[in-house]
């Protein structure tokens, strides 16, 4: 679920993009549940449906797609009110945006399906290994509908969430570069090299395997089932180069060269067993999190938390992109009335997401704004941009000066 500032309710779910509205808005992107894997939903660690694709192999993309050559500069000036590298999607709000705008200066149109594809892919210049689904849901929102989004085809599905709840945003203040470290993309290999694996022990043709999610389709068995699997055919204990090479039968140069990323080349162990059953278990909790919300029971706010607590486990214990700052801030927020809080976007370091009743939403911002800002020097950061509440915006789109 995102959240963008303010647009207007008679915004029309235009086919295509490009089409110029009347004014300028910033976009404010907010991820409020957890998506994992299997019809290759995305996590908020962007560990399902990554692909390896050097920067280099989208240079020529949008040119050849239009035909275009000799293309001219423009000057833009760039306004946004996201917090930098707060795990609110800032990277992908820019890259959306300059997308669209230059559609329009080109006087071109694609579908959003098309313009989110090639936004995703055109992130990975920075070469981080970076998913679908932020740039998927910037263009498919709507206003007061929450999004389960799917992959293979591209396509979102309303999620209703429930109306006795709030979903609030805090930042931890702690700061992560994706592209200026190593840790997103060796959680991507170890998914990758996670899933050649299994592909390999159930005899699939694991050189063509970059997802968990296609092991689990090929083999046709669902979530539960895929961690049995994982439980029976991965160990707990990391990973060598040389053990993964020996498990699918190639080389050490043929394991840099083929399969790892240049920034992961040199990484010493791979923990593959936990970052499977992460990816497996948090996608069960996405389809559980939309059927609580279908057949919303008396205790929907309750069981939502509970996910989004088991959620935030997961991410400390097994995907290991959590950090203390978020850890404390969870706790925080669940002691002064939270019924489930979890880390958010990329991880070590950003922002947290909770949902808490509406009834308790003025104390919940005051204690927690207490308790984790005023003692200490993060009550410097603005407050509207350290602690704020949200609900589900509308996707994006151009507005132009009358």
Not at 389 to 401: D, N
């Amino acid at each position: 679920m995102r959240n963008l500032s303010s647009p207007t309710r008679d915004q029309p779910m235009l086919p295509e993009l490009g089409t110029p509205r009347k004014r300028a808005y910033r976009l404010l992107w907010i991820f409020c549940s957890s998506y994992g894997c299997r019809t290759r939903y995305v996590n908020s660690c962007g560990t399902c449906e990554n692909t390896h694709s050097p920067a280099g192999q989208y240079q020529s993309l949008v040119p050849e797609h239009f035909g275009l050559s000799d293309l001219t500069g423009m000057n833009c000036l760039v306004d946004g009110n996201i917090p930098p590298s707060s795990g609110l999607s800032s990277s992908s709000a820019l890259v959306c945006c300059a997308g669209l705008v230059t559609l329009t200066v080109l006087g071109m149109n694609l579908s959003k399906v098309e313009l989110a594809e090639i936004c995703a892919k055109s992130e990975h210049y920075t070469g981080t290994e970076g998913g679908g689904m932020d740039q998927s849901i910037s263009f498919l929102a709507e206003e007061g509908t929450a999004k389960l989004i799917e992959f293979s085809p591209l396509r979102a599905t309303d999620v209703k969430l429930p109306s006795g709840a709030v979903f609030v945003i805090a930042n931890s203040c702690v700061e992560m570069n994706k592209a200026a470290t190593s840790h997103f993309n060796i959680r991507v290999m170890e998914c990758r090299l996670a899933a050649k694996l299994l592909a390999k022990h159930k005899c699939l043709p694991w050189e063509e395997v970059l997802r968990l999610e296609e092991v689990q389709a090929k083999l046709g068995v669902s979530l539960e089932e895929m961690l049995l699997i994982t439980e029976d055919t991965l160990h707990s204990e990391p990973y060598s180069p040389e053990e993964i090479c020996r498990c699918l039968g190639i080389s050490l140069q043929e394991l840099k060269t083929q399969i790892l990323s240049p920034n992961t080349q040199d990484v010493l162990t791979f923990k593959l067993y936990q970052r499977a059953k992460h990816v497996y278990s948090e996608a069960a909790r996405v389809l559980q999190f939309k059927k609580i919300c279908e057949e919303a029971p008396d205790n929907t706010v309750q069981l939502l938390g509970e996910l989004m607590n088991q959620s935030h486990v997961s991410c400390r214990d097994m995907y290991e992109c959590s950090c203390p700052e978020l850890d404390q801030l969870v706790d925080i927020c669940r002691k002064f009335g939270a019924q489930g809080s979890r880390l958010t976007g990329a991880g070590w370091g950003g922002c947290t997401v909770s949902i808490v009743p509406a009834d308790k939403l003025s104390s919940f911002l005051a204690n927690v704004h207490e308790a984790y800002y005023q003692r200490s020097n993060r009550s410097l950061v603005p407050e509207k941009q350290s602690l704020f509440a949200t609900k589900p915006g509308g996707g994006a789109l151009v507005f132009l000066e009358a």
